[in-house]
């Protein structure tokens, strides 16, 4: 009994002291991300092609409240910017988008190495990550009635894991157009981790790479960036205006973009799955109903969803909003990476 909690007391000491050391070696590996270069002709050709005759009003009429009043506080009027077609203003906020304003709510935003954010912006990386390792059996989970034998040893053995674990994954990544930690040799997205578990967790179950997905609002459009440097080429885009613009700027520009202002103006698509992180709870209801309701009838089968599990009333209650079209759910777990987060799968009902 005494050899046991010995152990025990040695793995929560060792667990907590690395835990530490590495936050501590995260913290001061932030790195901001570097300013893109984007030619003034292809914003051109994007406004001319998916945002012709825009009215930022169009897009007032579809956000929820506290987006609008994220949206209205803004230094920098994006939606105004678009429905002028001023170019210049655009090109200096997309060139600079993981600093701007329209960031806010969508990444980590990280003005200084040592400040607060970055505190609080590393403390969730390295828990990402610890929980991402532990999810995947690369770090032993710790179980109070059968504590790891050896497991110093599985420490230092750990970060020699690491370049093979990740360096596949990220090697195709541009990611310096995001802000970025270091673990051992290799950078990675402040939101990384997160993004990671979600994706593998989607081609787990799709696999086939020649499927077409489509993703409502991607933000800044890094879940997509994944699939598509992993073989998913063929997406399909729903977003409001500024965001919509930032993913036909970031991503492969072959791919379809709708404005989400207009989702009902669209008939039909062409598509084998729906992903979405983070923003089905954020659109409100009579707006998801369109865009859900669209998609159902363009035979879509499929949704894959990362989204808070909470009850606030100011949300849109999504999971009934797929029951009530018939989508059932055929798998559900807690988000071992993101506490308070659910992964699921919803299938269309056959009739």
Not at 143 to 148: A, M, R, S, T
Not at 262 to 283: C, L, T, V
Request: aromatic share 14%.
């Amino acid at each position: 009994m005494l050899t046991k909690l010995i152990r025990i007391s040695q793995e929560i000491a060792l667990r907590y002291i690395y835990f530490c050391f590495l936050l501590i070696k995260v913290f001061f590996s932030f790195k901001k991300a570097e300013k893109r270069y984007i030619k003034k002709q292809k914003i051109e050709q994007i406004l001319s092609q998916n945002f012709s005759g825009y009215k930022l009003i169009e897009t007032q009429k579809v956000i929820s409240t506290p987006w609008f009043n994220i949206l209205k506080k803004h230094k920098t009027n994006t939606l105004k910017n678009i429905e002028n077609n001023n170019i210049i203003e655009l090109q200096n906020t997309y060139e600079n988008f993981i600093s701007s304003e329209l960031c806010i709510g969508v990444e980590d935003k990280v003005n200084f190495k040592l400040g607060i954010q970055n505190a609080k912006s590393s403390l969730r990386f390295t828990r990402g990550f610890f929980n991402y390792i532990t999810s995947t059996s690369v770090y032993p989970i710790f179980n109070l009635y059968q504590p790891n034998k050896n497991f110093l040893n599985k420490i230092n053995h750990l970060e020699n894991k690491l370049n093979k674990l990740l360096y596949n994954k990220i090697k195709d990544l541009n990611v310096d157009k995001y802000n970025t930690y270091k673990l051992k040799d290799i950078r990675l997205p402040s939101d990384y981790f997160d993004h990671l578990y979600f994706f593998e967790f989607i081609d787990g179950l799709i696999g086939n790479k020649s499927s077409k997905f489509v993703e409502i609002g991607g933000g800044s459009g890094l879940l997509s960036e994944l699939m598509q440097i992993s073989g998913y080429i063929k997406s399909i885009h729903i977003d409001i205006a500024p965001y919509l613009l930032a993913q036909n700027l970031f991503l492969n520009s072959e791919n379809s973009f709708l404005l989400s202002e207009r989702i009902s103006k669209f008939k039909y698509i062409e598509a084998d799955f729906i992903i979405n992180q983070d923003s089905f709870p954020e659109i409100p209801e009579i707006e998801l109903i369109k865009i859900l309701t669209f998609l159902k009838n363009s035979k879509i089968k499929r949704i894959f969803s990362n989204n808070h599990n909470s009850d606030n009333q100011s949300q849109s209650d999504f999971r009934s909003i797929l029951r009530t079209l018939n989508y059932i759910n055929k798998i559900r777990f807690p988000n071992p990476i993101r506490e308070g987060y659910l992964i699921e799968m919803y299938e269309i009902k056959n009739n």
